[in-house]
């Protein structure tokens, strides 16, 4: 079993920045990736951004290429989410999730509570 727990999600005017973080624990030893998703009220939820915990490939959606970056600390089991230029459209809670490196839902076996990021006009 693993554990996710995301922190850094609040209230923030379009154009600013924030940074999720993802604490992982337990058998992180099985995970081979570790991925965001997001999901706004009413949508689905949606891809954001992936990173192999071996290699530290990446992979981005393109909504929010070249302006999220997604790094790894494996050293503390720990996962960003840097976020900048943030824009109104980005409000979701967003959920960290670890399993394999992929885009779907359904390759990540390990999901967290998720955190609340907030954009105003």
């Known amino acids: 079993q693993v554990r996710l727990v995301e922190s850094g999600g609040g209230l923030v005017q379009a154009g600013g920045s924030l940074r999720l973080s993802c604490a992982a624990s337990?058998?992180?030893?099985?995970?081979?990736?570790v991925g965001w998703f997001r999901q706004a009220p009413g949508k689905e939820r949606e891809f954001v951004a992936t990173?192999?915990?071996?290699?530290?490939?990446?992979y981005y959606a393109d909504s929010v290429k070249g302006r999220y970056a997604i790094s790894r600390d494996n050293a503390k089991n720990t996962v960003l989410l840097q976020m900048n230029a943030l824009k109104p459209e980005d409000t979701a809670l967003y959920y960290c999730?670890?399993?394999?490196?992929?885009?779907?839902?359904?390759?990540?076996?390990?999901w967290g509570q998720g955190t609340q990021v907030t954009v105003s006009s």
């Open positions: 337990g058998r992180t030893d099985t995970v081979y990736g």
């Open positions: 999730a670890a399993g394999s490196v992929g885009i779907l839902a359904k390759e990540y076996d390990y």
């Open positions: 990173i192999s915990l071996r290699g530290g490939n990446t």
